[in-house]
């Protein structure tokens, strides 16, 4: 098939008339740009690279517009999480992350990393059959078009130095071997449709000597992410424990490498920007989840000029926005320096697409060899009328967004999702409803 697009975003920079043609595989075989659309061509008109969305916990979904108010902190937050997390099952799970995924598609992000720990029943048992809140998720993206990465996330501790709590149980897998031994079968167990990435939760979750293990028992290849320095309080535990910061536990371990991602990156010393930067890694920052929380303001500009990728994710998903981060990321940098333009629109936009997709181990972008996942833009709202094309990422919301393709098909159109025949439209918002209708009968604290 070929799109053409009367606009494309390509490296960032706005080219007119393009025609991709799209191979049976779904990616992109040849970019010819200045021709007129030829008959038959599905035509488009203001076109950006699908948005990867650099880290997700489709779960805390259920907690927007419920925590937002009365104050306390990250710590009471995470209290309120546990809650939600208590009370999912694989078929709760399976509807929620279809919801959600459902809203991150018709937003604009075409691929999700989902940073995923719930694994076990609430006792911290197995399920069985084996993997079943793992193949919830799978089938969650499979049944929206989202691509997916799953994070299975490694989930030991407590705390530094402190076992699972009862809420944490479920996320444990007892020892750093046996969340290998897991994470192994379930490489085996799922088929090529789900790219199975890994993550370390934290450096307050796993010891030195168990991420160690971990990047040593994972193949290479295998994308990596890791919570980092979300917040003081981490850093101060890890240095009384460590006498060292959790990047320089990391870069001990062995785990500071091109294929990690270390997701928030916010509150580092001048060494630790350097160690991150040397080693080229991508920085995930999640600005609307990060404000929210009030995490505080990371280290952006001074993580790119020292090698960094800057990704960006949407996290708790109390946001789910691609433009609303990526404005959040420099409206940070702008806000910390009080200076304008600290990214340019051509990095802003390498952020939400390029990088996003490293994050989840695929290749983003409109260029040949990448999948052809696009998203269309309105140009002619209330937002965006008037901009100039390479500054729509500063301009449109996800409300702007109009078709989303994937893999060459289209799977949303003004908001609603195509569903994986293309048949009749879902709305993501009927989706949520019924979703999270079961965690309505709530857990006031
Ligand atoms: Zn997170």
């Known amino acids: 098939m070929i799109i053409h697009c009367q606009t494309a975003l390509i490296d960032g920079v706005p080219v007119r008339s393009v025609r991709l043609h799209v191979d049976p595989s779904g990616s992109i075989a040849r970019i010819e740009p200045g021709v007129a659309p030829g ?191 979300e917040q003081p309080q981490e850093n101060a535990d890890c240095l009384a424990a460590y006498g060292r910061t959790p990047t320089q536990v990391l870069a001990d371990a062995g785990a500071l490498a091109p294929r990690l991602s270390a997701v928030h990156a916010t509150h580092l010393t001048a060494d630790d920007v350097r160690m991150l930067g040397d080693a080229g890694v991508t920085a995930v920052f999640c600005p609307t989840t990060e404000a929210d929380l009030g995490d505080g303001i990371g280290p952006a500009r001074e993580l790119a000029d020292a090698g960094a990728r800057i990704a960006l994710g949407s996290d708790q998903n109390a946001v789910v926005d691609p433009f609303l981060e990526v404005r959040g990321l420099e409206a940070g940098e702008r806000l910390a320096s009080g200076r304008r333009g600290r990214f340019s629109t051509v990095e802003l936009a390498a952020a939400l697409a390029d990088n996003g997709y490293a994050a989840c181990g695929l290749t983003g972008g409109i260029r040949v060899g990448a999948p052809c996942d696009l998203v269309e833009l309105d140009a002619a709202t209330v937002r965006t009328v008037g901009a100039e094309p390479a500054q729509l990422v500063l301009a449109a919301t996800a409300s702007d967004v109009r078709r989303v393709i994937v893999g060459g098909r289209l799977r949303a159109a003004a908001g609603v999702l195509r569903g994986r025949d293309g048949g009749a439209g879902v709305d993501p918002a009927a989706l949520l409803a019924a979703a999270l209708r079961p965690f309505d009968t709530s857990e006031e604290d």
């Open 39 to 229: 008959e038959g061509d599905l035509r488009l008109g203001m076109v950006l690279p699908g948005a990867g969305n650099a880290h997700s916990h489709a779960f805390h979904r259920v907690l927007r517009g419920r925590t937002h108010d009365g104050g306390g902190d990250f710590w009471r937050w995470r209290e309120r999480m546990y809650a939600a997390a208590a009370r999912l099952d694989p078929a709760l799970y399976h509807d929620l992350a279809r919801a959600v995924f459902g809203e991150m598609l018709a937003a604009g992000y075409t691929a999700v990393a989902e940073f995923h720990y719930v694994h076990h029943r609430p006792d911290g048992t197995a399920y069985d059959p084996a993997h079943a809140m793992e193949r919830a998720l799978a089938e969650a993206a499979a049944d929206t078009g989202i691509r997916l990465t799953l994070l299975d996330t490694c989930y030991l501790a407590g705390g530094i130095g402190a076992p699972l709590t009862p809420a944490q149980l479920r996320f444990g897998d007892g020892t750093a071997a046996g969340w290998l031994r897991r994470w192994h079968a379930l490489r085996d167990a799922l088929g090529p449709s789900v790219v199975l990435g890994a993550a370390v939760h934290s450096v307050r979750a796993v010891t030195p000597e168990d991420i160690g293990a971990i990047v040593a028992g994972l193949p290479d290849d295998v994308p990596l992410h890791v919570h980092l320095s």
